[in-house]
């Protein structure tokens, strides 16, 4: 059975940083590529990072609104994949979901930006 | 970024009612490929979202067949042959023939 599990939310400053990770299982983590999705208080749907697979020389891509405050990142030897939230604005408060080709998704983590 | 639009934003329907979403792009999602790359999600009341249809009209797997996708170009549409109470929630339409991938606003199934 395939799973996705996020961690790593919670209540942060705004300016401050946090370190999102997605553990998985049931699938062959090696070959797949990654994405963090995001959802909004107001239920909309982002796609904000996409990682590919080794053979794909891990090939990164990014919201273009995310750019240089993100970073996605991956590790086969644990089956997970993480992002990096830096400089946070509230604007960022989401649930946080990492995902496998749109037919997987992690239960999500709820990141609240807030002073 | 291409931009999609849903109507309805909502949609009351009675058990048993066929109903149907539109899901219209800013820019035909037809890639050089010749594949659509236009899906449809549905998220369940406190669940994350699970993938409905891809690539515009083929069924995820252990998805009913009560559920039907169509179109091509700009204008696509879900439909739902009689609707069931498990149907209830949000469904979304994405794109990933353009980057980056960008959802619909979501339409809202409810019932009446």
């Known amino acids: 059975e395939v799973q996705l599990v996020e961690t790593g939310g919670g209540l942060v400053q705004p300016g401050n940083s946090l370190k999102l990770s997605c553990a998985t299982s049931?699938?062959?983590?090696?070959?797949?590529?990654m994405n963090w999705i995001r959802q909004t208080p107001g239920k909309r749907l982002e796609w904000l990072a996409q990682?590919?697979?080794?053979?794909?020389?891990?090939?990164?891509s990014y919201l273009e609104s995310v750019k240089g405050r993100f970073t996605i990142s991956r590790d086969d030897s644990k089956s997970s994949v993480y992002l990096q939230m830096n400089n946070l604005k509230e604007e960022d408060t989401a649930i946080y979901y990492c995902t496998w080709s749109l037919a997987y998704w992690g239960q999500g983590t709820l990141v609240t930006v807030s002073s | 970024d291409v931009v999609l639009t849903q109507t309805p934003p909502t949609l009351s329907a009675t058990i048993g009612q066929s109903v149907s979403i539109s899901c219209r792009s800013s820019q035909s999602l037809l890639h050089s490929n010749g594949n659509t790359y236009l899906h449809w999600l549905l998220q369940r009341p406190g669940q994350s979202p699970q993938l409905l249809i891809y690539l515009v009209s083929r069924l995820e797997s252990g998805v009913p067949n009560r559920f039907s996708g169509s179109g091509s170009g700009t204008d696509f549409t879900l439909k739902i042959s009689g609707v069931e109470a498990e149907d209830l929630g949000v469904y979304y339409c994405v794109q990933g023939t353009h980057a980056p991938d960008t959802f619909g606003a979501g339409t809202k199934l409810e019932l009446k």
């Open positions: 990682i590919e697979d080794k053979s794909n020389n891990y090939f990164i």
């Open positions: 049931g699938f062959t983590f090696s070959t797949a590529w």
